[in-house]
């Protein structure tokens, strides 16, 4: 029943900036926190940030903050990642989720529903 799409992904030099978008369908799927996770080849699926329900609480991993904001849009079912400064490293599959509540943490077991994955691709 929930569907979730994520979109601006793509190919970006170090030092630059993308803005991911997830638009999530599917009945009051605007009542629950959403986060953004990734993941690169051969390393573990780790947590990116999230944000709750409400839009005022929201928790970034200590290798994101100062340079990733994320800000949602209940009218319009959408969460946005913005991404500056980018580095090499940062390079992953970037996935959209929903969660069981309106707030849930760094933990992806309390995501119920998961994207299929936006590339995001920092070159040197």
């Known amino acids: 029943q929930v569907q979730l799409v994520e979109s601006g992904g793509g190919l970006v030099q170090a030092g630059g900036s993308l803005r991911l978008s997830c638009a999530a369908s599917g009945p009051t799927v605007s009542n629950y926190a959403m986060g953004w996770f990734r993941q690169a080849p051969g390393k573990e699926r780790e947590f990116v940030t999230a944000?709750?329900?409400?839009?005022?609480?929201?928790d970034y991993a200590d290798s994101v903050k100062g340079r990733f904001a994320i800000t949602r849009d209940n009218g319009k079912n959408t969460v946005y990642l913005q991404m500056t400064s980018l580095k090499p490293e940062d390079t992953a599959v970037y996935y959209c989720a929903l969660g069981r509540a309106a707030w849930t943490g760094r933990d992806g077991d309390y995501y119920n529903y998961w994207g299929q994955g936006t590339q995001v691709t920092v070159s040197t």
């Open positions: 944000i709750s329900y409400s839009g005022r609480t929201k």
